[in-house]
């Protein structure tokens, strides 16, 4: 069977049919936490400028010469004729590309709707939704990591200092140390590691308003799987504070210790907290063989497919128990102006060559075409989207990534 311009097509035959009595409903697919989209800043990539974007970024100024832990200064008596010390100014510049990504759901016949258990296609069409939605996710997180310019390794045996990698403007895309992690990320770690970015690398925070007090909270965010907050609850020093926060009536307190997430109560000592349902996880370092890059984690889908039945074309995905049973995970430390993701502007041709804007967010449009074979009467159409976007970075070593091990969780005792 040929569709448009005589490719071979599958359809796809998913409808549930209404073979005597079926009780019950068709159940939505199961939806995902989305917490990606309202992180990064948004902004538009200009038509008409090319698909190369420069952005320079201005380095802090330097006086050359001072010594900024004890300046030298000199009797006013004796300042006539001093010039005095020249500050000086460098900037960086960075490339922006737009990249896209396409997909399309399965070939369909509309006319199998006709005997199906109403609310099936509904159904599938919601699946397909949410897929495009850990697809847009996951094109979010691994375009952060890859251009953080500060990579974190919870290193027991090593200095602080030596656990980092880059730091600077110039540290775009630096990869991890070499030495593997050996330990989960502990609360106070990741405070020394704020404190890190906020002092050394002039990290600015997140501001946001408190409408109890009218003032402004300042704070960095991190953002890891809900295994790694649950642990940064659980420690005795945090576990103290919260305690006696709530029992000195802070509303707080009680939130932190009653909320199914750390994060439901706001930030915690200048550290606000988001949950990544799939947060990447590898086990290994690539060593450049095999489509790996040097130094980079050979990152391991949370995902594996099912198929259900290939006649016709039926498949679902599943949990991949290699990421469940994963020895390393990345969480994020994020500060503001790090990054923006830039969608184009709409561009719909020039003079009478118009033709319709491409699907720059990953809405989902029903495609179909009549042709003079096998479509004569538009029975055949799918789905199909479009992420277009580029990831311009602004301060990378202000995006931190933080590689730490998983621990196995202890909650069974053997009696």
Known sequence: MNYGNDTPIVLSDFATKETGRVMGKIMQS???????????????????MGDTLRTVVQLPSITSGLNYAKPALVDFNSICGNLGLQAKHSTTEYSTKLQALRGRGPDICVNQGYGAFKGWLEMAIDALVKDTRLIRDAIDRSQVYALSGTKYSCVSTLGFNARIAGGTEQSLGIVPVATLPNSPLSFTGLRNLVSFVKEDLFAEPYNMKVQETGGYDHFALFIGSQEIIDAFRRETAVQSSLNALAMGGFKFGEKALTGMNFQTAGAWQGIAMQADQFALRYDAIGDGNNGTTLGVPVFISPFIEVVDDANTNRSHRAPNPAYRAATYEV??????????????????????????????????????MIDNTSNQFGDFGFHKYEFIQAYRPLRPQHLVTVHYKRCPLTDLTAC
Do not use: C, M, Q
């Not at 989305?34 to 008409?48: L, Q």
């Not at 969608?343 to 491409?358: C, Q, S």
């Open 30 to 48: 199961l939806a995902t936490r989305s917490i990606w989209t309202n992180v990064i800043k948004g902004g538009n990539f200009p038509a008409g």
């Open 331 to 368: 969480g994020f430390l994020l500060f503001e102006n790090a990054l923006e993701r830039l969608v184009p502007e709409r561009y719909t041709g020039e003079g009478t060559a118009k033709f319709d804007p491409r699907l720059g967010n990953g809405e989902l449009k029903w495609h179909y």
